[in-house]
Protein backbone atom coordinates (compact mmCIF):
# COMPACT_ATOMS: atom_id res chain seq x y z
CA UNK A 1 0.00 0.00 0.00
CA UNK A 2 1.07 3.75 -0.58
CA UNK A 3 2.41 5.60 2.09
CA UNK A 4 -0.05 8.52 1.29
CA UNK A 5 -2.88 5.70 2.08
CA UNK A 6 -1.98 4.58 5.11
CA UNK A 7 -1.81 8.00 6.77
CA UNK A 8 -4.96 8.88 5.20
CA UNK A 9 -6.71 5.94 6.99
CA UNK A 10 -4.60 6.76 10.27
CA UNK A 11 -6.01 10.23 10.25
CA UNK A 12 -9.71 8.88 9.38
CA UNK A 13 -9.60 6.45 12.19
CA UNK A 14 -7.99 8.98 14.86
CA UNK A 15 -10.41 11.70 13.47
CA UNK A 16 -13.70 9.58 13.91
CA UNK A 17 -12.75 8.77 17.77
CA UNK A 18 -11.87 12.20 17.83
CA UNK A 19 -15.33 13.27 16.34
CA UNK A 20 -17.54 11.22 18.19
CA UNK A 21 -16.25 11.59 21.73
CA UNK A 22 -16.65 15.48 20.60
CA UNK A 23 -20.46 14.34 19.89
CA UNK A 24 -20.64 12.43 23.14
CA UNK A 25 -19.36 15.71 25.38
CA UNK A 26 -21.54 18.07 23.09
CA UNK A 27 -24.50 16.16 24.39
CA UNK A 28 -23.58 17.01 28.38
CA UNK A 29 -22.05 20.69 28.17
CA UNK A 30 -23.82 23.85 28.16
CA UNK A 31 -20.53 26.39 27.84
CA UNK A 32 -20.26 28.18 24.89
CA UNK A 33 -16.49 27.85 24.42
CA UNK A 34 -16.81 24.22 24.55
CA UNK A 35 -19.45 23.95 22.34
CA UNK A 36 -16.86 25.97 19.62
CA UNK A 37 -14.38 23.43 20.77
CA UNK A 38 -15.84 21.01 19.75
CA UNK A 39 -17.13 22.18 16.29
CA UNK A 40 -13.71 23.11 15.65
CA UNK A 41 -13.32 18.91 16.09
CA UNK A 42 -15.76 18.25 13.97
CA UNK A 43 -14.68 20.46 11.25
CA UNK A 44 -11.15 18.76 11.44
CA UNK A 45 -13.12 15.58 11.10
CA UNK A 46 -14.76 17.21 7.97
CA UNK A 47 -11.75 18.34 6.66
CA UNK A 48 -10.00 14.89 6.76
CA UNK A 49 -12.87 12.99 5.11
CA UNK A 50 -12.26 16.17 2.59
CA UNK A 51 -9.14 15.48 2.20
CA UNK A 52 -9.73 11.76 1.71
CA UNK A 53 -12.38 12.52 -1.10
CA UNK A 54 -10.03 14.58 -3.12
CA UNK A 55 -7.23 12.19 -2.53
CA UNK A 56 -9.42 9.41 -4.37
CA UNK A 57 -10.51 11.64 -6.97
CA UNK A 58 -14.20 11.46 -5.49
CA UNK A 59 -14.58 15.51 -5.42
CA UNK A 60 -12.68 18.16 -6.57
CA UNK A 61 -10.96 21.53 -5.61
CA UNK A 62 -12.59 25.12 -6.51
CA UNK A 63 -9.62 27.56 -7.12
CA UNK A 64 -9.95 31.23 -7.39
CA UNK A 65 -7.38 33.14 -8.98
CA UNK A 66 -4.90 30.47 -7.99
CA UNK A 67 -6.29 30.31 -4.34
CA UNK A 68 -7.87 26.90 -3.62
CA UNK A 69 -10.72 27.91 -1.81
CA UNK A 70 -12.24 24.39 -1.11
CA UNK A 71 -9.06 23.55 1.03
CA UNK A 72 -8.84 26.79 2.60
CA UNK A 73 -12.34 26.40 3.83
CA UNK A 74 -11.89 23.06 5.35
CA UNK A 75 -8.19 23.91 6.92
CA UNK A 76 -9.36 27.41 7.90
CA UNK A 77 -13.02 26.77 9.95
CA UNK A 78 -11.58 24.74 12.60
CA UNK A 79 -8.71 26.73 13.61
CA UNK A 80 -11.67 29.74 13.47
CA UNK A 81 -13.44 27.88 15.78
CA UNK A 82 -10.41 27.37 18.42
CA UNK A 83 -9.81 30.87 18.09
CA UNK A 84 -13.23 31.41 19.25
CA UNK A 85 -13.69 29.08 22.36
CA UNK A 86 -10.26 30.29 23.59
CA UNK A 87 -10.77 34.05 23.01
CA UNK A 88 -14.21 33.43 24.96
CA UNK A 89 -13.24 31.14 27.34
CA UNK A 90 -10.27 34.01 27.95
CA UNK A 91 -12.85 36.74 28.26
CA UNK A 92 -14.73 34.50 30.68
CA UNK A 93 -11.95 33.87 33.06
CA UNK A 94 -10.93 37.39 33.15
CA UNK A 95 -14.29 38.61 34.39
CA UNK A 96 -13.69 36.53 37.72
Known sequence: ???????????????????????VVWVKTRDVSW??????????Y???IYKT??????????SFIGINISEMIFNYI????MITALTLKALKNMKR
Open 1 to 23: MDEQVILIIIDNILAGIAAFLAI
Open 35 to 44: IFIILSVIGF
Open 46 to 48: VSI
Open 53 to 62: LLLFGIVVSY
Open 78 to 81: PILF
